[in-house]
């Protein structure tokens, strides 16, 4: 924990050095502000979430809308913009990370004892040193591998927040081994679908700015 402690220090330098570089930077503000610009509705009816749609001001992060992992217990604010242009994704990563570091620091700081996982045989795999050491956690593995979790009949969505947005999952269980049905809503597959609407008109540097900007994740888009 002192050499995660440490690096939240490195980082938050680096970030300061960012900042100092870019943030007052005229031609930087020329380059990035009104360019993509979009609207807090325009972007909810494109299915945008994370940075990009707090760039535009609406204040919605899963975290505080929706906590789990003990995010409530953790003191952190949620950085929003005004325009949704360029400038404003990035003044918004850029205090992203600074309360990144702060969550960091808190957590580290305060890890509670006792074991990191649960010790249900049905649905966790055993530790390598039980799998390679007895017979029992190679059987214990064995079974689970090969005949799978076998969840009550129905169905759940669930998300989290990730760097881009909402990360979700909705799964429909028939009882077997194998889901029925499994859908993943990554953030970047509905924000990138805007991306013909934001470089209409623009310039052809501005493309590279609005794509940057967004920071898709192409595994999202060709699956």
Known sequence: MDEVLQFCKDMRKGVDDLDILLTGNKIWIQRTKDVGAISPE????????????????????LRKADPYYGYNTIDFQVPIGTSGD???????????????????????????????TIRDRDIVLPEKKDVYGNIEGLMNHFVLVMKGLRPAPGEIYDATEGANGELGFWLISDGSAHPYRLKVRPPCFAIYQSFSEQITGGLVA????ILGSQNVIAGELDR
């Open 206 to 209: 501005d493309v590279i700015a």
């Open 86 to 116: 360029v400038l404003d994704r990035y003044l918004v990563r850029v205090a992203e990370m600074r309360e990144s570091i702060k969550i960091i620091e808190q957590v580290a700081k305060n890890v509670p004892g006792g074991d990191y």
């Open 42 to 61: 325009n972007a909810i009816q494109w299915g945008y979430t994370g940075p990009l749609l707090r760039a535009t001001g609406v204040s919605l992060d």
